[in-house]
């Protein structure tokens, strides 16, 4: 059963750039994918990026339309965390920000395929 805790939200302005970190514990790191989802006040949950286990052949890493180029996802295995870094924000990222796992995934984009949440961390982008 992992535990996930996300950690480096605040209060940034446009154009800022902030590093999302989710530590894992409680299973093995290299066998989860890992996804970021965000939450808006009023807005469903949506997907924003994800990178697959590490026992795949070729990396696979996916990112929503709207954070393409902005956002990047990676993991360092020996710390059992993933990353999302995310530059160039614009207030519409002001966001709950989760982190997911999935055991041997791909990095999926529905919420359903993921076996563990962690809490969120808050981002707030000022114009």
């Known amino acids: 059963q992992a535990q996930l805790v996300e950690s480096g939200g605040g209060l940034v302005q446009a154009g800022d750039s902030l590093r999302l970190s989710c530590v894992v514990s409680?299973?093995?790191?290299?066998?989860?994918?890992m996804g970021w989802f965000r939450q808006a006040p009023g807005k469903e949950r949506e997907f924003v990026g994800a990178i697959s286990w590490s026992g795949r052949s070729a990396p696979y890493v996916d990112y929503a339309d709207s954070v393409k180029g902005r956002f990047t996802v990676f993991r360092d295995n020996a710390k059992n965390t993933v990353y999302l870094q995310m530059n160039s924000l614009k207030p519409e990222d002001t966001a709950v920000y989760y982190c997911?796992?999935?055991?041997?995934?791909?990095?999926?984009?529905?919420?359903?395929?993921?076996?563990?949440w962690g809490q969120g961390t808050q981002v707030a982008v000022s114009s």
């Open positions: 997911a796992a999935e055991d041997y995934g791909v990095g999926a984009r529905v919420m359903h395929q993921y076996d563990y």
């Open positions: 409680g299973g093995d790191f290299s066998r989860l994918a």
